[in-house]
Nanobody, 122 residues
Framework: QVQLVESGGGLVQAGGSLRLSCAVS????????MGWFRQAPGKEREFVAG???????YYPDSVKGRFTISRDNAKNTVYLQMNSLKPEDTAVYYC????????????????WGQGTQVTVSS
């Protein structure tokens, strides 16, 4: 059984920073492809960052240069560092994991956390 638990969300002013964490249970964490998604009220869940087990990272243009995904295999944890936050970044943020899929579609990921709220005030 694989479980993902996010933390680190909160309220921040525009231009500020937050770091989200996602703790992953399971001995094969280092082999998982990891992703971060977000969902704002009334909108579809969208991809914001991906990290393959090989170390390759990828981002959509909306967050490129502001968000950084990383992992610590010794701690079974993946992080999302978010800088220069904007009000439009307000959403519930979810981490996701899969042993095979490493793309940008939410349908491809098998394991999900419960989400953590990020609110950016203007």
């Amino acid at each position: 059984q694989v479980q993902l638990v996010e933390s680190g969300g909160g309220l921040v002013q525009a231009g500020g920073s937050l770091r989200l964490s996602c703790a992953v249970s399971g001995r094969t964490f280092r082999l998982f492809h990891m992703g971060w998604f977000r969902q704002a009220p009334g909108k579809e869940r969208e991809f914001v960052a991906g990290l393959r087990w090989s170390g390759t990272t990828y981002y959509p243009d909306s967050v490129k240069g502001r968000f950084t995904i990383s992992r610590d295999n010794a701690k079974n944890t993946v992080y999302l560092q978010m800088n220069s936050l904007k009000p439009e970044d307000t959403a519930v943020y979810y981490c996701a994991a899969d042993s095979n899929y490493s793309g940008t579609s939410k349908e491809g990921y098998h394991y999900w956390g419960q989400g953590t709220q990020v609110t950016v005030s203007s």
